[in-house]
Every structure is written in C-alpha cells, then in structure tokens.
C-alpha cells in the first residue's frame, strides 16, 4: 500500500481510535509468535448440541456440483486449492494472514479467494447426503472439511485475514451439522465421530476464538463487526465451550447495540449499500430464531426494529421483487441453500417476517416457503406461511425524510402495472470512512411495470482494476448532475471516502395527485456551486418533472454533465435533438423530453472516457446506452427534464 494511503486513512481515524490500531499491532506480533503454540491444543465440546432448528424434510433439486462466484462457474466435486484466485489463476501466499497485502493485484483478487472459502457449498453437500443418504456425499463432506483444515493452519494465509469470513464459515457450518445430524452420525459412524472430535470441533472453536479476539471497531465498525457478533453468537448458542457463555452474551449485546447504531429508527441500512440490506438482514435475523430457540431471546426493542428493516426491504422493491440499488453490491450472502443463481434472497427474508410477524402485505412478494425458510422453519413454519392469505393492497408511495430516501409509486396490481421510482439525497455512507458509499447525491432510477428502465450502474469491483473501481464509485456514473468532472465526495482509496457531502431537505409533499421531493447538497461547494434537484410526480398524468438547479458565481465557468442510464435491456430511439423513445420489451414505453440548453448525445460502452457500462454482479460488466447531456455554463442555471411513460 501507498504512503497516501496510510495517511488518508490515518485521517479517517479518532485518536482513540489510533491508539486501538496500535493496540492490534501489538497482538499481531504476539500471535506471530506463538503460531506453533495455537495448533496444539485439542479441544473438546462440554456437551452434546442441542437441535435447534426443526429436523425436517428437504426437497433440493441439485443437479450437478457447481455453484457460481462472480459470474465463473465454480465446481466443488474436485480437489480445492483454497489460496487460488479462480480469476487470475494467482495464489496468495502462505505466510502470517495479518501481514499479507490484499489492496494490490500482486496475489490475485482476494475477495474470490474468500467467495469459495465461506465454504457455502457445503450446505449443498449436506443437503444432498440428507436427502438421498449417498455415503458418497457424506465422505465427500469429510474430505472437503479435512482438506480445508490442513490448507488453512490457524493464522496463517489469507482465509485466516477477515474476521467476516471466519464468522460466515460459523453460519455455514452450523447449518451443516443440523442439516446432517452431526450428533446422530456421530452415534452412527466411528470413522466420521473421530473428524469431528479432532479436527471439525478443534477448528469451530479456533474460528470461536478468532472471532472473539478480532473485532471491528471505530471506522471499520460496519457489517464485519455484524457478522462478527452474528456468527459467535450462533455458534456459542450451539456449540458448547468453556468460553462459549462468555462469548454468547458478548455477541448479543454487541448484536443488540448494532441494529441500532447501523439503522435509523425507521430500519434503514446506514451504510447506504442497497444490496448489502439481505446480507446484513441474515445476520440479524438467523441469531433472532436462535435466540428464541435456545432461551436467549433478543429485547423486543430487537424485534422491533427487525420487522421495521423488513418492511424497508418491502418498500424498496417494485412490482415484480426488483430491488432499487444504490452503494456497493458484491453478492454477499450469509447462506447459499439453493444452486438457483436467481434465487431472490430479499424475498425469502420477508417469507421470514411474514412468519416472525403475520404481516399479509409482505406476501405480495411471494418467493414460495423456499430451502431456507424450510430449515429455519420446519413444516409448522410452512403450515402457518399458507394459511396467511396475501393482501392484495396497492402499495403507495413511502418517503423516509430522516433518512433522505424517497419512494414514489403508483401502482395497479391487477393490471400488473406500476411507476416506481427512488431518489437518493442521503447521506454518502456509514461512519468516517463509509466504505460502500457511491457519489450518487440527488441520484435516481425509474422503474415501469416491474422492470428497471433508468437505472443505477452498479459496483464491478472494489480492490482490484482501480481505474473501473473509480468509475463505478463516480458522479458520472449515476443519474445526478457531474460538475467539472469532479465527484461530490472525494475518494481516498476503493473503500475510503473523505469531505463526505452533505444534503438537505428543502420541501417535500404527497398529495393523492402529486408527490414532490426538493433537496440539495454542499459536494460541490469546492467548486463554488451549490445543487439543488426537484422531482415532482403526477400519478394521474404519469409524468415526472425534474428540475436541476445550480447556483453558482457569475463568471465562473463549469462544465456540466447530466448521464441517464438506461438499462441493458431497454432500447433507446431519438426523435428529435432532446427527444426520445425508451422501450422496454416487457414495459410500457417512454418518452423522455431533455434539457434544450444541453447537447445530447446516445453513448454505449464508451472507454475512453469510460462511459455506459452496467454491472449486473460482482465482477460482471457490460456495456449499456447513456442518454448524456452537457453544457457549459458561467452564471446559475436551471435544467428542466421531463420524462412521460407511455399508455400501453
């Protein structure tokens, strides 16, 4: 890493934060030391677990051993090298995990690295032995496990480096021993008690120990300290240690104290990262059934706040389960239970809260009672799931002002049709650094239908191809108003932000006819500009108005940009010089009437300047159409866009 990095982030920090980082180093050098020492110890469970999770029938439809990891088809019926980057064929080096580089492309990426070795395929191959009683997946397991044990000495490599990946492989292996019946087998198979006695239960708890020994704390506080406390939780509640009663009511507490420090009291995610809501959710949320299960239950001020987050995740999507996005996405998931590459996981937490808290609208957004829910919940969990009759309820528009994100909808469930919209004027992200922010103030995207129209661009990457890391992060790559080629926050490294912007509110109304958001922020008083966006909505007419103000000093001249991303799937023909007809194949059509002061001009996958490109996942990118406009301007100005959809 570069001196300005260090120097950057040096600046993100408190001093009492400071004086913990110094702290750390002092327990690296300590730990390197004593490496011979840590692989020695054998240790025993206290007692036999308990079943927590209902022992039931699982239908799994598996077709084959592959599972998909950033858009690479990876398959786990052959030997693992688990220091291997799939996608440069690069390893990473087995040397103390503390003081391996992950923020260069020397070793290859190590967020794929850490994709295969959350292991989640294992619940797979669980699922699979329960289901058909094949020795051969049983033995497959085994091998996979012993595999992974001797590759990954305690502390040592990169699978030993992020507290997060320690605390998903916990998650994951709980789920594997339910799933199996570890206890039964045990009774069962000498050979596969001896695994589990010297290798398997030796390695939870040095995974336990880890977890309780490395936190998150200050400004990297964010979803890793979650799961952090997420899976200590789950497991000291399961698997029974001397320190484990020490551990669990540590986890809970620090379970208690996050979901409220990291949501507004409405359940909004403050990391502003739309994806990372279903993964941060499964934290909460598998340690609550547990909780409830094992006679250690959550305060109701907990359950609370966990249904509010639920019925964010309900507002948030379209007509069709689509959510908006908005932040980073890396396709986190806390499980993965069905090969299904499609497999909506926002749903089937709402299947859940459907369940925790009989809410019928929630249902609308019906994912079937899937695999996870299923083990969560057994057959009496599906039994109660059916007999709720979904509400059939328009859902109308939903502004959360506090927290600055605003939903416009108007929707006709019956005739499948809906306008759906979300504008952004919330804060850049969470904490001093807000890691998975993007620079996307005053932002917003369209959906028509349940069919995303105008759209955000999405990630691609985060420590790997800086030069696509800083455009996905970019203004320009979000529907919001580029002033002087400059962002509105400035970016000190892939997951560091400095000079976080700051928005305002400045009117805002919803009538039965009309809906009007009107708010600014200060990202650009640097250049000495000041935005200001209105967006208005009238739900009879179907029309949206947006209309940009910049105040600026006279004389000063700006170049200003305005991108509008169109989805991959929607096709773009231009009318006239600022007209243009937008379709979708599934949608109705629409009409988009742009500033006259601006030029206007239809850009797809340009590369130099980068320009018009979607990431659909993780590592995944193509090209997509921007409608882009600009001018140049020496005095404040206002830009007037109009956007019509089309009647069928």
Same mark, same amino acid.
């Given at each position: 890493?570069?001196?300005?990095?260090?120097?950057?982030?040096?600046?993100?920090?408190?001093?009492?934060?400071?004086?913990?980082?110094?702290?750390?180093?002092?327990?690296?050098?300590?730990?390197?030391?004593?490496?011979?020492?840590?692989?020695?110890?054998?240790?025993?469970?206290?007692?036999?677990?308990?079943?927590?999770?209902?022992?039931?029938?699982?239908?799994?439809?598996?077709?084959?051993?592959?599972?998909?990891?950033?858009?690479?088809?990876?398959?786990?019926?052959?030997?693992?090298?688990?220091?291997?980057?799939?996608?440069?064929?690069?390893?990473?080096?087995?040397?103390?995990?503390?003081?391996?580089?992950?923020?260069?492309?020397?070793?290859?990426?190590?967020?794929?690295?850490?994709?295969?070795?959350?292991?989640?395929?294992?619940?797979?191959?669980?699922?699979?032995?329960?289901?058909?009683?094949?020795?051969?997946?049983?033995?497959?397991?085994?091998?996979?496990?012993?595999?992974?044990?001797?590759?990954?000495?305690?502390?040592?490599?990169?699978?030993?480096?992020?507290?997060?990946?320690?605390?998903?492989?916990?998650?994951?292996?709980?789920?594997?021993?339910?799933?199996?019946?570890?206890?039964?087998?045990?009774?069962?198979?000498?050979?596969?008690?001896?695994?589990?006695?010297?290798?398997?239960?030796?390695?939870?708890?040095?995974?336990?120990?880890?977890?309780?020994?490395?936190?998150?704390?200050?400004?990297?506080?964010?979803?890793?300290?979650?799961?952090?406390?997420?899976?200590?939780?789950?497991?000291?509640?399961?698997?029974?240690?001397?320190?484990?009663?020490?551990?669990?009511?540590?986890?809970?507490?620090?379970?208690?104290?996050?979901?409220?420090?990291?949501?507004?009291?409405?359940?909004?995610?403050?990391?502003?990262?739309?994806?990372?809501?279903?993964?941060?959710?499964?934290?909460?949320?598998?340690?609550?059934?547990?909780?409830?299960?094992?006679?250690?239950?959550?305060?109701?001020?907990?359950?609370?706040?966990?249904?509010?987050?639920?019925?964010?995740?309900?507002?948030?999507?379209?007509?069709?389960?689509?959510?908006?996005?908005?932040?980073?996405?890396?396709?986190?998931?806390?499980?993965?239970?069905?090969?299904?590459?499609?497999?909506?996981?926002?749903?089937?937490?709402?299947?859940?809260?459907?369940?925790?808290?009989?809410?019928?609208?929630?249902?609308?957004?019906?994912?079937?009672?899937?695999?996870?829910?299923?083990?969560?919940?057994?057959?009496?969990?599906?039994?109660?799931?059916?007999?709720?009759?979904?509400?059939?309820?328009?859902? #109308?528009?939903?502004? &959360?002002?506090?927290? +600055?994100?605003?939903?416009? !909808? $108007?929707? *006709?469930?019956?005739?499948?049709? /809906?306008?759906?919209?979300?504008?952004?004027?919330?804060?850049?992200?969470?904490?001093?650094?807000?890691?998975?922010?993007?620079?996307?103030?005053?932002?917003?995207?369209?959906?028509?239908?349940?069919?995303?129209?105008?759209?955000?661009?999405?990630?691609?990457?985060?420590?790997?191809?800086?030069?696509?890391?800083?455009?996905?992060?970019?203004?320009?790559?979000?529907?919001?108003?580029?002033?002087?080629?400059?962002?509105?926050?400035?970016?000190?490294?892939?997951?560091?932000?400095?000079?976080?912007?700051?928005?305002?509110?400045?009117?805002?109304?919803?009538?039965?006819?009309?809906?009007?958001?009107?708010? #600014?922020?200060?990202? &650009?008083?640097?250049? +000495?500009?000041?935005?200001? !966006? $209105?967006? *208005?909505?009238?739900?009879?007419? /179907?029309?949206?108005?947006?209309?940009?103000?910049?105040?600026?000093?006279?004389?000063?001249?700006?170049?200003?940009?305005?991108?509008?991303?169109?989805?991959?799937?929607?096709?773009?023909?231009?009318?006239?010089?600022?007209?243009?007809?937008?379709?979708?194949?599934?949608?109705?059509?629409?009409?988009?009437?742009?500033?006259?002061?601006?030029?206007?001009?239809?850009?797809?996958?340009?590369?130099?300047?980068?320009?018009?490109?979607?990431?659909?996942?993780?590592?995944?990118?193509?090209?997509?159409?921007?409608?882009?406009?600009?001018?140049?301007?020496?005095?404040?100005?206002?830009?007037?866009?109009?956007?019509?959809?089309?009647?069928?």
């Amino acid at each position: 890493m570069s001196f300005s990095w260090y120097y950057y982030r040096l600046r993100t920090m408190s001093l009492t934060e400071i004086g913990f980082r110094a702290q750390q180093f002092w327990q690296k050098r300590k730990e390197k030391k004593k490496l011979a020492l840590s692989q020695q110890e054998q240790i025993k469970l206290l007692h036999k677990t308990p079943h927590i999770l209902p022992q039931t029938e699982v239908n799994a439809n598996i077709a084959e051993q592959v599972i998909d990891v950033f858009g690479q088809h990876f398959r786990y019926d052959q030997p693992i090298d688990w220091h291997l980057d799939i996608s440069s064929g690069k390893r990473f080096p087995m040397t103390f995990s503390k003081d391996i580089n992950i923020r260069t492309e020397e070793f290859g990426s190590a967020k794929h690295v850490w994709e295969v070795n959350r292991m989640q395929f294992l619940t797979l191959i669980a699922l699979q032995y329960k289901q058909t009683k094949e020795e051969k997946y049983l033995l497959q397991f085994q091998q996979m496990m012993t595999s992974w044990i001797e590759a990954n000495p305690y502390l040592q490599g990169v699978n030993w480096y992020s507290n997060i990946e320690v605390n998903i492989r916990l998650i994951v292996w709980f789920f594997c021993w339910e799933i199996l019946d570890v206890n039964h087998l045990m009774s069962a198979k000498p050979a596969f008690k001896d695994f589990v006695e010297k290798q398997w239960v030796p390695c939870i708890h040095l995974h336990m120990q880890y977890s309780f020994q490395n936190p998150s704390k200050f400004s990297s506080a964010n979803n890793h300290l979650i799961s952090e406390h997420a899976g200590l939780f789950v497991a000291s509640c399961f698997w029974h240690f001397e320190e484990s009663a020490q551990w669990r009511a540590h986890a809970q507490a620090g379970l208690e104290k996050e979901i409220v420090l990291q949501h507004s009291k409405n359940g909004v995610n403050k990391e502003e990262a739309a994806e990372y809501i279903q993964f941060i959710t499964d934290f909460f949320l598998i340690p609550y059934i547990v909780g409830e299960r094992t006679g250690h239950q959550f305060s109701g001020g907990y359950g609370t706040l966990l249904k509010k987050i639920c019925e964010y995740i309900f507002q948030m999507m379209d007509l069709r389960g689509n959510i908006v996005y908005y932040g980073d996405e890396d396709d986190g998931k806390v499980l993965i239970l069905d090969p299904n590459l499609h497999f909506n996981n926002f749903k089937s937490i709402l299947t859940s809260g459907v369940i925790l808290f009989n809410n019928a609208q929630w249902k609308q957004q019906d994912n079937g009672f899937d695999i996870k829910n299923t083990l969560l919940f057994g057959d009496a969990g599906k039994e109660q799931y059916e007999q709720i009759i979904a509400s059939q309820e328009n859902t #109308s528009s939903k502004f &959360y002002l506090e927290e +600055g994100h605003f939903i416009f !909808r $108007k929707q *006709q469930r019956e005739e499948n049709e /809906e306008i759906f919209v979300h504008f952004d004027a919330a804060p850049l992200g969470f904490l001093s650094i807000a890691a998975h922010g993007h620079s996307d103030v005053l932002s917003f995207v369209l959906h028509v239908d349940g069919y995303p129209i105008i759209t955000d661009s999405g990630t691609y990457t985060y420590h790997t191809e800086a030069e696509w890391r800083k455009y996905f992060l970019s203004a320009l790559a979000h529907n919001t108003l580029c002033i002087d080629g400059v962002d509105q926050a400035m970016s000190a490294g892939p997951t560091m932000w400095l000079k976080h912007f700051k928005t305002k509110v400045l009117a805002q109304e919803q009538t039965a006819h009309e809906d009007m958001i009107f708010a #600014s922020h200060d990202g &650009y008083n640097k250049l +000495g500009v000041k935005h200001q !966006r $209105k967006l *208005q909505f009238n739900k009879e007419a /179907e029309t949206l108005w947006i209309t940009d103000e910049l105040l600026m000093k006279k004389n000063d001249k700006h170049q200003i940009e305005m991108p509008l991303h169109l989805h991959p799937s929607v096709e773009v023909s231009q009318k006239s010089s600022h007209h243009f007809i937008l379709k979708h194949p599934q949608a109705r059509a629409i009409e988009l009437y742009l500033p006259e002061t601006m030029s206007c001009e239809v850009i797809k996958g340009s590369i130099d300047p980068l320009l018009g490109w979607y990431s659909p996942s993780f590592q995944i990118k193509e090209p997509t159409t921007v409608v882009y406009s600009k001018c140049t301007k020496r005095s404040t100005t206002q830009f007037l866009t109009k956007i019509n959809i089309l009647k069928k």
